[in-house]
């Protein structure tokens, strides 16, 4: 069982500089309790994995290096085809969190993304902070509702999720011992990230959005790279960071695989 007292917890946004990965909206509302995230050195230091696995199996590559290349928030008419096509092209395989409301949306491209072999995991049906963090009973509800489509779409449940603005965010300081005791009990294994392009922002740049990817991953061994297949410039940078990182094996997310999870530090 987790233990979090909300009331002794210092706040660190995700919007300050020293912090990557998903924007939580309207994190600005939530400063009344909260959270430090460790997660990344700052200015540029190389990013360690916070929940680090040894253990992987080889299949190509440098045997000392795996990275998983995650894509959040689609699917999207726009941006995932130019991702599958990219990957397709190269021979990468990636592992894309789909948002349930997409999917209903779009099944054509959930079912591109299962027949070329990459993984599927959950990523909400709703994507709504507020209502989905407003217990575990919510968040399950909505999760179960995702993994229900996904199944009508596909005919494969994931067992893989990962949490809207990550584990620890700005909506979540109060039930994220409920949240997270109840999707583990339900069977899931959630994943945040070490490293990130840092692209759900507003009008980002490709030069950017690479450096930001290098400057993350820097040394790390082990790496869990958030991008989203939702941004343009996403699309357009991806063929060469596969360039870059071709000394890493790409591989997908499973159940089995040791989860990279943030963690809370608390501070009196």
């Known amino acids: 069982m987790r233990t979090l007292s909300a009331t002794c917890l210092f706040v660190v946004l995700s919007l300050l500089s020293g912090f990557i990965g998903e924007a939580t909206p309207d994190s600005s509302q939530n400063n009344s309790a909260a959270v430090v995230v460790q997660q990344y050195a700052p200015e540029g230091a190389s990013a360690e994995p916070v929940n680090y696995a040894a253990g992987v199996s080889a299949h190509g590559g440098d045997p000392d290096k795996v990275m998983y290349l995650t894509f959040d928030d689609g699917p999207s008419p726009s941006v995932t085809p130019l991702v599958l096509d990219t990957l397709k092209e190269r021979g990468v395989k990636a592992t894309f969190f789909l948002v349930g409301a997409f999917a209903d949306r779009y099944p054509d491209l959930v079912l591109?993304?299962?027949?070329?072999?990459?993984?599927?995991?959950?990523?909400?049906?709703?994507?709504?902070?507020?209502?989905?963090?407003?217990?575990?009973?919510?968040?399950?509800?909505?999760?179960r509702r995702a993994d229900d489509a996904i199944y009508r779409i596909a005919g494969i449940r994931s067992r893989v999720i990962r949490f809207p603005g990550g584990s620890v965010n700005g909506y979540n300081k109060l039930t994220y011992d409920e949240i997270a005791d109840a999707v583990s009990e339900?069977?899931?294994?959630?994943?945040?990230?070490?490293?990130?392009?840092?692209?759900?922002?507003?009008?980002?740049?490709?030069?950017?959005?690479y450096n930001n990817a290098v400057t993350t991953v820097g040394n790390s061994s082990r790496v869990v790279l958030l991008a989203h297949d939702r941004i343009p410039q996403t699309a357009q940078l991806l063929d060469e960071l596969i360039d870059y990182f071709g000394d890493y094996r790409m591989e997908l997310l499973t159940p089995d695989a040791s989860p990279v999870q943030f963690k809370f530090k608390v501070q009196y």
């Open 186 to 209: 339900s069977g899931y294994v959630f994943f945040d990230w070490n490293a990130s392009l840092q692209d759900a922002v507003k009008n980002p740049v490709v030069s950017e959005l």
């Open 112 to 143: 591109r993304i299962v027949n070329e072999g990459h993984a599927v995991g959950l990523h909400s049906y709703s994507h709504d902070y507020r209502e989905i963090y407003a217990s575990a009973d919510a968040f399950m509800e909505d999760l």
